[in-house]
């Protein structure tokens, strides 16, 4: 059974910064695609990055090019999602999946959902 755990969301302010880890377990998650998608109140799920399953490719929303940069370690089946020069408009809800799919940036595309992590961006 497919299980992924988010973790290091919080409270920063406008221009700080954050490390989203994402714990992947029950499935061979090196062999996977793994994505980070954000949801904020009242709004759709969206893509925010994705990193093919070895780590040679990157794949990021246009919100976010330039800011947020994603890594796995695969010896540790642990996805990152570094975030930086964060913004009020990068408050939401942020969940990492797995894909069989690459590029992928359809949440459809996507299984195995966490909890979700709250980043909170505010003064």
């Known amino acids: 059974q497919v299980q992924l755990v988010e973790s290091g969301g919080g409270l920063v302010q406008p221009g700080g910064s954050l490390r989203l880890s994402c714990a992947v377990a029950g499935f061979t998650g090196s062999a996977s695609h793994m994505g980070w998608f954000r949801q904020a109140p009242g709004k759709d799920l969206d893509f925010v990055a994705s990193v093919y399953w070895n780590a040679v490719g990157t794949d990021y929303g246009d919100s976010v090019k330039g800011r947020f940069t994603i890594s796995r370690d695969i010896a540790k089946n642990t996805v990152y999602l570094q975030m930086n020069s964060l913004k009020p408009e990068d408050t939401a809800v942020y969940y990492c999946?797995?894909?069989?799919?690459?590029?992928?940036?359809?949440?459809?595309?996507?299984?195995?959902w966490g909890q979700g992590t709250q980043v909170t961006v505010s003064s």
């Open positions: 999946a797995a894909s069989n799919r690459w590029p992928a940036r359809r949440k459809d595309d996507y299984y195995g």
